[in-house]
């Protein structure tokens, strides 16, 4: 679990407002314009195409040379100023007029100003082809907006100085004084106005208005909004009394308190009492921009009251999180909305417990005077455990049945089992006051659960089919059946995971009883779970709550092969869980568990298993696991798990790779086809079942690789591709950030950033070709190569020193720098860390062989990296090469070299991103040297650490055997020698490397 800080929440899952269920559960049903047959819609107005378009009467055509045969709109209308929207079915009997022939219809609704509404039209003609067309507009009438860049502004050192009714864009270009007009802490951008001193302007994304349109002119918005920055806005408000809005977008969190609002001069009143704020929701992106509402200290909608004069609106950025495009004022809503009539109760199911199982949806609606049948609407939205789902508009005859007096109906829904729901009920009364409620309840019915608390204890042992709370003071050890790397909370009272109260939906069984969850859930922590799962096939679930952002892999389950009540115990992984965010670390969802292709996870019972789930990247609390009957009709592709090493490391040194093959239906050993390094092997190791094969085969070490393994069983055919290096943390390694500096100086094994600030000197250590204005130059003091944080996958050595990881940029034709070391002695192949993405590219390594330390150095060239494209940060191994595609063996003797990296010698070829270089030691080229000294015959060859070279001579190549000459010779990188008798007439020797 992570801690719970304390911040505003915005509801992302469960139970909709009932705006957005009104707005965003339509679109789903209905989805965009849509065409068929010969059915047509058209001169729809108002049509969203910019804000403002204040009109009574909602008016379209609707044309067919069959004719026309049903028209209807499904209309949501909100006050700007909140409330309960107001969702109506209207057709030609209630709400719509209609003339003109049938081919050609004209029709109308009437609408309210001051409204946001969306609507959703549907049109069918004689021959069944049907047209379907969704809007979204406003029918608002501001009295007044001012622009959040036209703050006041200074001229001719006079401050406070300010416009009365702007033209669009007359605050361009004009400055201001900070502290007085404004206040500025950041940086950002000054497309609009000065900055500094004045607020940082940008062009804004937002819908468009008529002052903009087709007029050249650019709509702006304030951003980089940091705490305590503000903006004076002086006018001659008009006379009246409003409320406060503002057109705002957040990219990021909820705010609560994102801006406030005051008057530091003017006769201009706030009603009620401050602050008075603006609180940002997100809505999807920075550009993404709704109405914000002023609000005093108790939540209510704040009134200015204005005389008519001068008056100064300060708006002071508080918690931030928003973009301001403009801001209104609207005549204050005095007319309260009536209390409604119609009472809806006896909901069953309501969601009061989890697992309601019912096969439909029942609810009352009383009235003293009574309700019209027609004026009864629910939303439906339904989602299966996996996430799919859909959601649909009923209404009397139409997915519902309504039965019973005006003064008492009784409503009816049928619904299906293991279904999560989301329900919208709006009732209409008499004199048109709405009265409606949210709920969310599901129909599981559960084929077995087990809590994430009743992990295995004593060394293995578990209960089957436990009591409540059954594993109570049931301790666990550590290493066999759990780990915990992160010691909480134990509100369960056991040694094991830390547990913690839940404060997810009850459920019937656990009534009399503390539930629990299992929290604090860090990368490495696991736990086991032994039971005797009922026969079957099955699905697996879990019940879990995020209070952060969602995870590609929170947690991982597993089936323990052997060794449980061990600390040596084996696993096959199954799949993950990812655990999305849920708006609070107690606010619950269902997280299927989904293999590496994205398909739920079958799980055969019938037997007694142990299932271990293991937290990944974290982010969640669990409740508990339930398995659901999977549909075995469903045909799962074979697939490719636990492949390691997975390339998630830069240093993953083994002489070896597996991986499991997952098949539904069984895999035949002749069916796995490993491609490796462009040719595919034999001698594949398995074991395990042909519905979970354990693949192994060995690979080079100390080299880059890529692997393509096809896997093909009776439902089909996959291919999956994995790319990874399996070099050793501990080659030797050069940052390309660490050249040399003042003439030809360097460090023999500097440590991390040990070359920070110090400055290279053009033309001798280093070249940049390409100086531009973009250039940043965090870690050498100028002149030097531009460098940047690299991103790439974390060193230790970095991690250990808290350090950053640098590469150098903009590194193209002509740019080179020079690497003075004193390189260890042995034959190596090159290997370098490069990122490109503009397009493939090259770098040349060379050796300086005279001018150190001058201008006229002279260069033996050695070879050259070959660089594809795939992003800026996407780094990737890339070999020293020579020109038929060989790697390049440079041999070194312990001496100090320059070696000189170069970008692409190819004019036309981009600049490449270079974050460091490693030597990879190889088997030199066995050459073999003979010297012969009187009877003493010397033999000379280059060994390599960590192999062994054994000399053997004949006097005759006849002879039928190579006899050994001494004792096998163990490399050092370094030329060795032994020595043998120069007798008789003939001698040959050979050496063979072991």
């Known amino acids: 679990m992570k801690p719970k800080i304390q911040s505003p929440q915005i509801a992302t899952k469960g139970i909709l407002t009932p705006l957005t269920m009104a707005l965003a559960i339509v679109c789903l049903m209905l989805g965009v314009e849509k065409s068929r047959g010969q059915a047509t819609i058209s001169n729809v107005f108002p049509d969203g195409a910019h804000l403002f378009e204040p009109s009574g009467i909602l008016s379209f055509n609707a044309s067919s040379p069959a004719g026309i045969s049903n028209i209807s709109v499904q209309l949501t209308a909100a006050k700007l100023t909140g409330g309960s929207p107001l969702l109506r079915t209207l057709t030609s009997g209630?709400?719509?007029?209609?003339?003109?022939?049938?081919?050609?219809?004209?029709?109308?609704?009437?609408?309210?100003?001051?409204?946001?509404?969306?609507?959703?039209?549907?049109?069918?003609?004689?021959?069944?082809?049907?047209?379907?067309?969704t809007v979204t507009f406003d029918t608002i009438s501001p009295a007044y907006t001012f622009e959040a860049e036209d703050y006041d502004y200074t001229s001719n050192s006079v401050s406070g100085l300010f416009i009365d009714a702007p033209q669009t864009n007359a605050y361009a270009t004009l400055s201001a004084t900070d502290g007085i007009d404004c206040h500025h802490n950041g940086s950002g951008g000054q497309s609009y106005r000065p900055n500094p001193p004045g607020l940082a302007s940008e062009t804004a994304g937002d819908v468009p208005r008529v002052q903009y349109m087709g007029t050249g002119k650019t709509d702006y918005d304030i951003g980089f909004n940091n705490g305590g920055d503000f903006g004076n806005y002086t006018r001659s408000y008009p006379a009246g009394v409003y409320n406060v809005f503002m057109r705002g977008s957040d990219g990021n969190g909820p705010t609560s308190d994102s801006a406030s609002m005051s008057i530091p001069s003017g006769s201009a009143t706030l009603d009620g009492s401050g602050p008075y704020t603006f609180a940002v929701l997100p809505l999807g992106g920075w550009q993404v921009y709704g109405w914000v509402p002023l609000k005093d200290s108790s939540g209510n909608l704040a009134q200015?009251?204005?005389?008519?004069?001068?008056?100064?609106?300060?708006?002071?950025?508080?918690?931030?999180?928003?973009?301001?495009?403009?801001?209104?004022?609207?005549?204050?809503?005095?007319?309260?909305?009536?209390?409604?009539?119609?009472?809806?109760?006896?909901?069953?199911?309501?969601?009061?417990?989890?697992?309601?199982?019912?096969?439909?949806?029942?609810?009352?609606?009383?009235?003293?005077?009574?309700?019209?049948?027609?004026?009864?609407?629910?939303?439906?939205?339904?989602?299966?455990?996996?996430?799919?789902?859909?959601?649909?508009?009923?209404?009397?005859?139409?997915?519902?049945?309504?039965?019973?007096p005006?003064?008492?109906?009784?409503?009816?829904?049928?619904?299906?089992?293991?279904?999560?729901?989301?329900?919208?009920?709006?009732?209409?009364?008499?004199?048109?006051?709405?009265?409606?409620?949210?709920?969310?309840?599901?129909?599981?019915?559960?084929?077995?659960?087990?809590?994430?608390?009743?992990?295995?204890?004593?060394?293995?042992?578990?209960?089957?089919?436990?009591?409540?709370?059954?594993?109570?003071?049931?301790?666990?050890?550590?290493?066999?059946?759990?780990?915990?790397?992160?010691?909480?909370?134990?509100?369960?009272?056991?040694?094991?995971?830390?547990?913690?109260?839940?404060?997810?939906?009850?459920?019937?069984?656990?009534?009399?009883?503390?539930?629990?969850?299992?929290?604090?859930?860090?990368?490495?922590?696991?736990?086991?779970?032994?039971?005797?799962?009922?026969?079957?096939?099955?699905?697996?679930?879990?019940?879990?709550?995020?209070?952060?952002?969602?995870?590609?892999?929170?947690?991982?389950?597993?089936?323990?092969?052997s060794g449980l009540g061990t600390s040596s115990q084996t696993i096959t992984r199954l799949g993950t869980f990812s655990v999305p965010g849920s708006g609070g670390w107690q606010k619950y969802e269902w997280v299927?568990?989904?293999?590496?292709?994205?398909?739920?996870?079958?799980?055969?019972?019938?037997?007694?298993?142990?299932?271990?789930?293991?937290?990944?990247?974290?982010?969640?609390?669990?409740?508990?696991?339930?398995?659901?009957?999977?549909?075995?009709?469903?045909?799962?592709?074979?697939?490719?798990?636990?492949?390691?090493?997975?390339?998630?490391?830069?240093?993953?040194?083994?002489?070896?790779?597996?991986?499991?093959?997952?098949?539904?239906v069984g895999l035949a050993t002749s069916n796995v086809v490993l491609n490796l390094d462009g040719a595919i092997v034999s001698g594949l190791t398995f074991s395990g079942p042909a519905t979970a094969l354990q693949v192994s085969h060995p690979v080079q070490p100390n080299a880059f690789h890529t692997a393509v393994i096809t896997l093909t069983d009776a439902n089909g055919t996959i291919a999956y591709t994995n790319s990874f290096g399996t070099f050793s943390s501990t080659n030797y390694t050069w940052e390309a950030e660490d050249y040399d500096y003042n003439n030809g100086q360097f460090q023999d094994n500097p440590q991390v950033d040990a070359y920070s600030g110090q400055s290279g000197i053009p033309g001798v250590d280093f070249l940049e070709t390409d100086p531009n204005g973009s250039e940043q130059f965090p870690y050498r003091a100028f002149p030097a190569m531009p460098t940047s944080p690299a991103g790439d996958q974390p060193r230790d050595q970095f991690v250990a020193a808290s350090g950053t990881d640098y590469n150098i940029g903009f590194f193209g034709g002509g740019s080179w720098c020079n690497y003075t070391r004193s390189y260890p002695p042995g034959t190596y192949n090159v290997v370098g860390r490069f990122a490109e993405g503009a397009a493939p590219t090259e770098a040349i390594l060379s050796q300086v062989t005279?001018?150190?330390?001058?201008?006229?150095?002279?260069?033996?060239?050695?070879?050259?990296?070959?660089?594809?494209?795939?992003?800026?940060?996407?780094?990737?191994?890339?070999?020293?090469?020579?020109?038929?595609?060989?790697?390049?063996?440079?041999?070194?003797?312990?001496?100090?070299?320059?070696?000189?990296?170069?970008?692409?010698?190819?004019?036309?070829?981009?600049?490449?991103?270079?974050?460091?270089?490693?030597?990879?030691?190889?088997?030199?080229?066995?050459?073999?040297?003979?010297?012969?000294?009187?009877?003493n015959a010397t033999i000379s060859f280059p060994t390599q650490t960590g192999a062994n070279y054994q000399v053997q001579f004949k006097h005759s190549l006849t002879d039928a055997t190579w006899s050994p000459l001494g004792s096998p010779v163990p490399g050092n990188n370094a030329v060795r020698s032994i020595n043998g008798p120069a007798t008789g007439s003939s001698s040959f020797y050979r050496v063979q490397v072991q």
Request: hydrophobic share 35%.
């Open 94 to 133: 209630n709400g719509l007029t209609i003339t003109g022939p049938a081919n050609n219809e004209s029709v109308s609704a009437s609408l309210s100003t001051n409204r946001l509404y969306t609507a959703v039209i549907q049109v069918t003609d004689n021959n069944g082809g049907s047209a379907s067309k």
């Open 592 to 664: 299927p568990l989904k293999d590496i292709a994205g398909n739920l996870v079958q799980f055969t019972g019938g037997s007694t298993n142990t299932l271990r789930i293991t937290t990944d990247n974290g982010n969640y609390n669990a409740n508990f696991f339930l398995l659901m009957p999977a549909d075995v009709t469903v045909k799962v592709l074979p697939y490719v798990d636990n492949f390691v090493p997975d390339g998630s490391g830069m240093f993953q040194y083994t002489n070896s790779l597996s991986f499991i093959a997952h098949s539904q």
């Open 406 to 561: 005006a003064t008492n109906k009784s409503v009816s829904i049928p619904l299906a089992s293991n279904l999560v729901y989301t329900a919208f009920i709006q009732v209409i009364d008499a004199n048109g006051n709405p009265a409606s409620t949210n709920l969310s309840f599901d129909t599981i019915q559960p084929a077995y659960t087990f809590e994430s608390e009743d992990f295995d204890y004593g060394g293995g042992q578990f209960i089957d089919n436990p009591q409540i709370n059954g594993y109570t003071h049931l301790d666990g050890i550590s290493g066999v059946d759990f780990i915990n790397n992160n010691p909480s909370a134990q509100d369960y009272q056991r040694v094991g995971l830390s547990t913690e109260n839940v404060g997810d939906t009850p459920r019937l069984s656990h009534a009399g009883f503390q539930d629990y969850d299992v929290g604090f859930n860090n990368g490495g922590n696991w736990a086991n779970y032994t039971r005797t799962f009922p026969a079957g096939t099955y699905n697996i679930y879990l019940r879990a709550a995020d209070g952060n952002g969602s995870s590609s892999d929170s947690a991982s389950l597993a089936l323990v092969t």
């Open 304 to 404: 200015l009251t204005t005389d008519g004069s001068a008056t100064t609106l300060r708006v002071t950025i508080d918690g931030g999180n928003m973009n301001a495009n403009f801001y209104m004022l609207l005549p204050a809503d005095t007319n309260a909305a009536g209390v409604a009539d119609a009472v809806i109760n006896n909901i069953y199911p309501d969601g009061t417990v989890q697992f309601q199982m019912t096969n439909e949806l029942t609810f009352n609606i009383t009235s003293s005077l009574g309700v019209s049948t027609s004026d009864i609407t629910v939303q439906l939205a339904s989602t299966n455990l996996a996430g799919a789902g859909s959601s649909h508009l009923l209404s009397d005859g139409n997915g519902m049945t309504v039965t019973g």
């Open 850 to 935: 005279s001018g150190l330390g001058t201008t006229n150095q002279t260069k033996n060239f050695l070879g050259t990296f070959y660089v594809p494209v795939g992003g800026w940060s996407s780094w990737g191994w890339q070999s020293l090469k020579d020109a038929s595609g060989n790697l390049v063996k440079v041999t070194l003797t312990g001496a100090t070299n320059t070696l000189q990296l170069g970008g692409s010698p190819i004019g036309s070829q981009p600049e490449v991103n270079v974050n460091f270089l490693m030597l990879v030691s190889t088997p030199p080229d066995l050459v073999v040297t003979i010297s012969v000294n009187g009877t």
